[in-house]
């Protein structure tokens, strides 16, 4: 239970040094951008349909506009403050310059396009990637 507390921590963190740096990873200057990703990366692992209870769905959703792991950082916080959502990541690849956020949710509290318009108050465009 400690170590989850203190990972969040460290995400919090990283997100906020992110944040405070840009999304450029040029002004990050130290590599923040990069160290942040990876963590993102580490918690971007979703179950799969089969791996759920039988009570909970996923969304997945393709993101424009992500550029840097801060994006995903604030993609993935965005996500798990709704209600009814049960885990979530993000991640931005890059290379192919592309983004991806999931969500694992109770359907009865939270719905995909809820999930999407969280995401794109951020000020990316979140597409539902269908099954």
Known sequence: MLNRGINNVAVVTM???VG???????RAGDGAAAEA??????????????DLAADRARAEFAVIGM?????????RLALKRIPG???AGADYEAETGEGR????????RARPDQLAAA?????????????
């Open 37 to 50: 990703a990876t963590e993102v990366r580490a918690e971007a692992a979703a179950p799969g349909q089969a």
């Open 85 to 87: 959502v049960d885990s």
């Open 15 to 17: 997100a906020v040094l």
């Open 101 to 108: 956020a999931w969500a694992v949710y109770d359907p009865s």
């Open 67 to 75: 550029d840097c792991g801060g994006c995903a950082i604030a993609a």
């Open 20 to 26: 405070l740096a840009g999304c450029d990873p040029d």
């Open 119 to 131: 995401i794109e108050e951020l000020g990316y465009t979140a597409s539902l990637k269908e099954d």
